[in-house]
């Protein structure tokens, strides 16, 4: 789209994705000055970082003043959350607490403290491990828990009315992509036992430029289970996984709908990158077996990059 006469980069109407013309974002403008400055940049990757950030900084903000409004901070709210989410009638171990809010047995220590000195919770003494402790909401945090969810609910909507359902769903669809991507997963049940760990598409980068290779965008096997279906087709560890069944492999969801595609025939065909520049191509058995279906992960956030196991 040609700029208005006159425009400033940065300040006329941009092209969006659908082809629509869109008011330039305090991104664009941040852009179009380092365009300036540094025409050699590739700052692409600077359009989607920032602009979460500072979504972020606002959404943190809002949710902060809803909170505040019933006497609670975001940390507060989210131990509530998840006690009541998790919903066990005598309590729940402070250790899954832990887990499932991701944080150090310190933290949720001090947390708890505040939450029994403000009469939203108990903890008492676990009697199935004395080394534990079992936290459990009380009739006052139930109903604080039951006034203010409905009031954070009707902040995250509020902050997301500039979106139709339609842009809500495909946000939403990018967004999963990208964090199956960097969380880790186990497949579903329905997905049949393959035999190996690949790491995601950052790490597969990271791991080749260590080693002197050029970087390929792609899912690094980073494990073979002896006698697995993937050894049996070929596969070894250092491979990337380019291509299935002839699609660009950039995230595990992108191999995950391979194996679902291609279960009825049950043979997927892999194009792997091996070593420097060596392509391999690879048949693997995808047909469902009795007795190989993986263990459900949980759904707690994982503290650290993880890989996918198949």
Same mark, same amino acid.
Do not use: C
């Given at each position: 789209?040609?700029?208005?006469?006159?425009?400033?980069?940065?300040?006329?109407?941009?092209?969006?994705?659908?082809?629509?013309?869109?008011?330039?974002?305090?991104?664009?403008?941040?852009?179009?000055?380092?365009?300036?400055?540094?025409?050699?940049?590739?700052?692409?990757?600077?359009?989607?970082?920032?602009?979460?950030?500072?979504?972020?900084?606002?959404?943190?903000?809002?949710?902060?003043?809803?909170?505040?409004?019933?006497?609670?901070?975001?940390?507060?709210?989210?131990?509530?959350?998840?006690?009541?989410?998790?919903?066990?009638?005598?309590?729940?171990?402070?250790?899954?607490?832990?887990?499932?809010?991701?944080?150090?047995?310190?933290?949720?220590?001090?947390?708890?403290?505040?939450?029994?000195?403000?009469?939203?919770?108990?903890?008492?003494?676990?009697?199935?491990?004395?080394?534990?402790? !079992?936290? @459990?909401?009380? *009739? $006052?945090? %139930?109903? #604080?828990?039951? +006034?203010?969810?409905?009031?954070?609910?009707?902040? /995250?909507?509020?902050?997301?009315?500039?979106?139709?359902?339609?842009?809500?769903?495909?946000?939403?669809?990018?967004?999963?992509?990208?964090?199956?991507?960097?969380?880790?997963?186990?497949?579903?049940?329905?997905?049949?036992?393959?035999?190996?760990?690949?790491?995601?598409?950052?790490?597969?980068?990271?791991?080749? !430029?260590? @080693?002197?290779? *050029? $970087?390929? %965008?792609? #899912?690094?096997? +980073?494990?073979?289970?002896?006698?697995?279906?993937? /050894?049996?087709?070929?596969?070894?560890?250092?491979?990337?996984?380019?291509?299935?069944?002839?699609?660009?492999?950039?995230?595990?969801?992108?191999?995950?709908?391979?194996?679902?595609?291609?279960?009825?025939?049950?043979?997927?065909?892999?194009?792997?990158?091996?070593?420097?520049?060596?392509?391999?191509?690879?048949?693997?058995?995808?047909?469902?077996?009795?007795?190989?279906?993986?263990?459900?992960?949980?759904?707690?956030?994982?503290?650290?990059?993880?890989?996918?196991?198949?």
């Amino acid at each position: 789209m040609s700029a208005k006469p006159g425009a400033k980069p940065g300040q006329e109407p941009t092209e969006g994705a659908s082809g629509a013309a869109v008011a330039p974002d305090s991104v664009d403008r941040l852009l179009a000055s380092w365009q300036e400055t540094r025409p050699d940049l590739d700052l692409a990757p600077v359009a989607v970082f920032a602009r979460v950030s500072r979504l972020n900084r606002t959404f943190d903000a809002e949710l902060e003043t809803t909170f505040g409004e019933y006497g609670l901070n975001a940390a507060e709210f989210y131990s509530l959350v998840t006690l009541r989410r998790l919903g066990e009638p005598d309590g729940v171990s402070q250790r899954r607490l832990m887990r499932a809010l991701n944080l150090s047995s310190g933290t949720i220590s001090t947390r708890v403290d505040r939450l029994v000195e403000r009469g939203l919770v108990t903890r008492d003494v676990d009697p199935a491990d004395r080394r534990n402790s !079992r936290v @459990a909401l009380t *009739p $006052e945090g %139930v109903a #604080l828990f039951e +006034r203010v969810t409905p009031a954070h609910i009707a902040t /995250e909507n509020r902050l997301l009315a500039g979106l139709d359902p339609a842009q809500r769903d495909q946000l939403v669809d990018l967004l999963r992509t990208l964090l199956v991507s960097l969380e880790g997963t186990s497949p579903e049940p329905t997905f049949p036992r393959l035999g190996f760990t690949v790491a995601p598409a950052h790490v597969t980068m990271a791991i080749r !430029r260590a @080693a002197g290779l *050029p $970087e390929t %965008v792609g #899912l690094i096997v +980073r494990a073979v289970e002896p006698g697995s279906r993937v /050894e049996q087709a070929g596969a070894m560890v250092g491979d990337v996984l380019t291509h299935a069944d002839g699609r660009p492999v950039r995230a595990i969801a992108s191999l995950y709908a391979a194996i679902n595609n291609a279960t009825g025939g049950g043979v997927l065909t892999l194009d792997v990158l091996r070593g420097e520049k060596t392509p391999v191509t690879l048949r693997l058995d995808v047909a469902p077996r009795p007795g190989d279906l993986p263990v459900p992960t949980s759904i707690a956030p994982p503290p650290l990059v993880r890989e996918h196991q198949l």
